[in-house]
Nanobody, 119 residues
Framework: QVQLVESGGGLVQPGGSLRLSCSAS????????MAWYRQAPGKEREVVAT???????NYADSVKGRFAISRDNNKNTVYLQMNALKAEDTAVYYC?????????????WGQGTQVTVSS
């Protein structure tokens, strides 16, 4: 059974920091592209950051320079360090695992963790 379990969300003041974690089980973690998505109320889910198995990262323009995604393949865990948080970062953050080949595509999602940035 595949599970992605997020943790680390919460309430933080503008300018503060949070670190999200996503622990994966039931998959060959190192074979998956891992990503963080977020969905704010009334908005579509959007990709925040992506990290490939070799460590290459991509970020949404809105978080570049403030967020950092990393992974520990020995612990089957992906992290999202969020600094200089803004009110507009408020959303439910989801962990995503994806593997694709010539004839298949497999995607898993975590249950989400709420991040609220407010004074």
């Amino acid at each position: 059974q595949v599970q992605l379990v997020e943790s680390g969300g919460g309430l933080v003041q503008p300018g503060g920091s949070l670190r999200l974690s996503c622990s994966a089980s039931g998959i060959i973690f190192s074979s998956y592209v891992m990503a963080w998505y977020r969905q704010a109320p009334g908005k579509e889910r959007e990709v925040v950051a992506t990290i490939f198995s070799g460590g290459t990262t991509n970020y949404a323009d809105s978080v570049k320079g403030r967020f950092a995604i990393s992974r520990d393949n020995n612990k089957n865990t992906v992290y999202l360090q969020m600094n200089a948080l803004k009110a507009e970062d408020t959303a439910v953050y989801y962990c995503n695992a994806e593997a694709a080949g010539r004839a298949f595509r497999t995607v898993y999602w975590g249950q989400g963790t709420q991040v609220t940035v407010s004074s």
